[in-house]
């Protein structure tokens, strides 16, 4: 338009013009040749990659991105399997029976009345209502029998899909359910260990190779076994048991019962799916006198064996009253206080002890917290808001706190194993789980000191609260505690918690052993009683005996702690001539007074 | 030439496209290498895949908690007591001390009636319990077997013609140096035919031992066929011939041994002299059998602490052997 407008004003417009329109076309040849080259460099760079890309697959022999055998064939998850390769879970290819309401071709009264035949955990009713429904896909059964899916098959109807589906599995069942937990339907972990290593489980780099816990299979089943009989003999609410390697902090067996099927969780009420071990607190009575008096030892509050302490008289602080289920009426020293479990002599201890250095323990011993553990399922104790003279002195024989079973073993795993604090573990130690430095806790003389009074509670000769649960050859040491139930508030003067938590061999410790009856009600052979003396003991015993050959401890006769500056020290009653003469049932009652812890 | 330049370029191409072809060939062949190993790998991860799923029935099927129940329910299980664990090998041989060493009583015993002879004479073989009870005390008891099988002969002949046959020759005339040397070669192809036969114990160990102690029989008959090196086998069999003639003579004869009222002092002489011969080849006999037993031991286990743990079905089968032989010997016209 301006070139026109110049041509007619003055016709001499026209050179320019030219000049320009030549500068033009050299800049868009220009512009052109640059753009070509661009495009060229983009289709080199490509064919570079492609090359590049090429030289690499021959070199390297990559797959290029191909889904490989293993992709296809290997399970979606890992297996599980106990320390010694036997295996807890796995994941196989079950089927699976589902229908497609919106597609069904045979009449829906047909089909419904067949199913409820076959699969009779639904009604016919509900049945025809699923077919009625006009659903896309609805699952009728997972983890079907092969001649289950055959007859359901013959029905012929077309809707009905049978599929096989990767499907975790269970074999060993109930063993070691709370330990393992389950996997949801999308195929994830929901509880337990199946939640704590998901990530693991599904990694396509690792799904090949099994994952393998601290779990010994047989030293499980017999716990299980053994806690089993004693809960239903004594027809506790719940129990929970645990073997540990104190040396390693691995947990050989761990079961909480009642038990629940991981296969189908379901089933099970929901306040039964869970582990009493890391998730219920109990006060635990009497087994912490141990920690009171290794800490008094450590402390320097206590220096010698011998050091009495009256126990002559209950003992008032404040509105408490601590008195001793059997009263001695007269001054203990530190084996008979341990022997005799005495409340006045521990709470004397604690009281000297002082609530920095009693906290402080407690502290280190990782009782103000949720226990160390993989799980995530994991209650914190109940720590006391107020640390005042009383207590502290009851906190000392194990009232007023509240702590998880495990708290207490690592507590105990802690004492015996020449006092190093370790966590707990669920995985075998080995690479990949390496054996951590742990704390020290208290000296190798006072564990030592520890060992020795633990083997003299369960010592026949020093007719301690323990010694039902003595098994001859194996030297299994520990403390019993007996605690009333915490209930609405208050305590249940009727049930009880009732504990023994101990470790074997004692000269040289290698396995704690711990069992927990919540609510045991007495029989005629406890005479009455409920006390962890009558119905955690003998079960105990039996099951030392069965697990110490499994663990590589083999009893002898001829092996013991060395107790011979203890022993003199525990004063023995005259032996009552009277009472001598009485009959089988009069002593044995006469027994069950002394043994009230 | 200027054909040949000509031709260069397709020359060229032809070379460059074979060596081309070759290097595709080579990845080929790599590649088809790389799926056979994909479907090897494949085919064991599928066959680990069968074995966990059957693992997994088998786990299932005969899970802990079950076997726990049994066990404590049905069995009545429980767990073994200290005293049942052997801590250390002086323990355990201490289990194995020798018995008291059995008394020879229908041999020794001088006021012994007939009848007592002759009810040993059923019994000839050694209870291959007793022997198998104790590794040690083998030697003692091969003896006894041995006195019984060899005194009591005359009194089984007397049982069968026991009144009407005082002409009948007793089998124990015949003198058994005579016997041995015969019956030396046979012996060995009967140990051997026995040791095909031996299937109880089932063990080329056992056949092998057999044949050594036929080799050793074999060895001892060579030894007495030289008279300067006659040994005590020889002495035994001729005080055995000894007897053999003496109960022959009236005085020795059985009814003279039925009626042994009379002459006690003189019978009783006549058991113990026979009592010490037969105890000193029955001795023999069990030290090579013992001999026999040890070598059986290194050959199985290579370790001669070993040896005791032969069991009864070893020992009692070189028993039954050593015993076989005897009898055909003895059946032998």
């Not at chain 1, 869970?274 to 206590?302: C, D, H, P, R, W």
């Not at chain 1, 015996?416 to 951590?436: C, D, H, I, M």
């Not at chain 1, 410790?509 to 009683?529: E, F, I, N, R, S």
């Amino acid at each position: 338009m301006n070139a026109h407008t110049a041509i007619a004003g003055s016709g001499l417009a026209a050179r320019p013009e030219r000049v320009r329109l030549a500068g033009q076309r050299q800049q868009s040849v220009a512009l052109a040749h640059n753009r070509l080259m661009v495009m060229m460099l983009i289709f080199l760079g490509v064919i570079a990659l492609i090359a590049g890309r090429l030289f690499y697959l021959a070199i390297f022999g990559g797959n290029g991105g191909a889904i490989s055998a293993q992709d296809i064939l290997l399970p979606p998850r890992a297996d599980i399997t106990d320390r010694n390769g036997i295996p807890l879970a796995r994941t196989i290819d079950m089927w699976t029976i589902g229908i497609h309401p919106d597609q069904l071709v045979n009449r829906p009264q047909e089909v419904a009345a067949k199913l409820a035949e076959l699969l009779p955990e639904r009604s016919y009713d509900e049945y025809l209502a699923i077919l009625k429904s006009k659903r896309k896909f609805f699952y009728l059964r997972r983890r079907a029998m092969p001649d289950l899916v055959v007859k359901v098959n013959a029905i012929g109807e077309p809707a009905i899909e049978l599929d096989r589906e990767p499907q975790r599995v269970y074999p060993q069942a109930t063993l070691a359910g709370p330990v393992l937990g389950w996997t949801n339907v999308d195929g994830h972990g929901g509880f337990g260990m199946e939640k704590v290593l998901d990530k693991r489980l599904i990694d396509p780099a690792l799904r090949g190779k099994p994952v393998s816990l601290s779990i010994d299979s047989r030293v499980q089943a017999a716990l299980e076994q053994e806690l089993g009989a004693a809960k239903d003999k004594f027809t506790a609410a719940a129990a929970s048991g645990l073997v540990m390697d104190v040396r390693t902090g691995e947990v050989i067996a761990m079961t909480s019962l009642p038990a629940f099927n991981p296969n189908n969780p379901g089933a099970t009420p929901v306040d039964n799916l869970k582990n009493n071990i890391t998730q219920s607190v109990y006060e635990l009575g009497s087994t912490f006198k141990m920690i009171t008096i290794a800490n008094a030892m450590q402390s320097g509050v206590v220096t010698n064996m011998a050091q009495k302490y009256d126990a002559t008289a209950p003992l008032h602080v404040g509105r408490f009253t601590i008195h001793d289920e059997e009263p001695a009426g007269r001054w203990l020293n530190i084996p008979e206080m341990i022997t005799k479990s005495s409340n006045i002599v521990t709470a004397r201890i604690a009281d000297e002890l002082g609530e920095a250095r009693e906290v402080a323990m407690f502290r280190k011993l990782g009782m103000d917290k949720a226990p160390e553990i993989e799980l995530t399922a994991k209650a914190r104790p109940l720590w006391p808001a107020y640390w005042g003279r009383s207590t502290v002195m009851t906190v000392g024989f194990g009232h007023g706190i509240a702590v998880t079973p495990l708290n207490l073993a690592l507590a105990y795993c802690a004492l015996v194993n020449g006092g190093v604090y370790r966590p707990a573990t669920l995985l075998k130690r080995g690479p990949e789980n390496p054996l951590p430095a742990g704390r020290r806790v208290i000296s190798e003389t006072t564990s030592a000191r520890v060992r020795q009074l633990m083997r003299l509670v369960v010592m026949p000769i020093a007719d301690g609260t323990g010694k039902k649960a003595e098994v001859p050859g194996f030297r299994l040491g520990g403390k019993t505690g007996t605690a009333e139930k915490a209930q609405g508030g208050g305590y249940n003067k009727k049930l009880n918690v009732s504990t023994f938590a101990g470790a074997f061999p004692m000269d040289n410790p290698h396995y704690l052993v711990m069992m927990t009856l919540d609510g045991p009600h007495a029989t005629a052979d406890t005479y009455g009683w409920t006390t962890a003396a009558w119905v955690v003991g003998p079960a105990i015993g039996r099951m030392v005996a069965r697990i110490g050959p499994l663990l590589g401890v083999y009893p002898d006769l001829h092996k013991d702690v060395d107790e011979s500056d203890l022993l003199p020290l525990i004063w023995h009653a005259p032996v009552d001539r009277k009472a001598a003469r009485t009959t089988d049932v009069q002593a044995g009652a006469a027994a069950a007074r002394k043994d009230r812890d | 030439m200027l054909i040949a330049s000509r031709f260069r370029s397709v020359g060229w191409v032809f070379a460059c496209a074979l060596a081309a072809l070759a290097c595709y060939l080579v990845s080929l062949r790599v590649a088809a290498k790389r799926a056979q190993l994909d479907g090897m790998d494949a085919s064991i991860i599928a066959a680990k895949e069968d074995i966990g799923r059957l693992q997994t029935e088998l786990g299932t099927r005969s899970r802990l908690v079950q076997l726990e129940r049994w066990n404590a329910d049905v069995l009545s299980l429980q767990a073994p007591q200290a005293q049942q664990y052997v801590n250390n090998p002086v323990q355990l041989a201490s289990f194995a001390a020798p018995p008291p060493p059995p008394v020879l009583a229908p041999v020794l015993a001088p006021t012994a009636p007939p009848q007592v002879e002759q009810a040993a004479a059923v019994t000839p073989t050694p209870e291959p319990k007793m022997i198998a009870t104790s590794y040690s005390s083998a030697p003692a008891v091969a003896a006894a077997a041995a006195s019984a099988a060899v005194v009591t002969k005359p009194a089984a002949k007397k049982a069968e013609s026991a009144d009407a046959a005082p002409a009948k020759k007793p089998a124990a005339k015949k003198p058994i140096a005579k016997e041995t040397l015969a019956d030396a070669a046979p012996a060995k192809k009967k140990a051997r035919s026995d040791a095909k036969k031996d299937v109880g114990l089932a063990s080329a160990a056992l056949a092998k031992a057999k044949a050594k102690l036929a080799k050793t029989e074999l060895a001892r008959a060579d030894v007495k066929k030289k008279p300067a090196h006659k040994t005590t086998e020889l002495a035994s069999a001729s005080d055995r011939a000894k007897k053999a003639k003496a109960a022959k003579s009236p005085s020795g004869s059985g009814t003279r041994l039925a009626s042994a009222d009379k002459k006690k002092a003189g019978k009783s002489s006549d058991t113990v002299k026979l009592a010490s011969a037969t105890k000193k080849k029955g001795e023999e006999q069990a030290t090579l059998r013992h001999t026999a037993i040890v070598k059986v031991g290194h050959d199985k286990f290579g370790d001669a602490q070993k040896v005791a743990l032969l069991d009864d079905h070893a020992l009692g089968s070189i028993e039954r052997a050593a015993h076989a032989e005897s009898m055909s010997k003895k059946n032998r016209p």
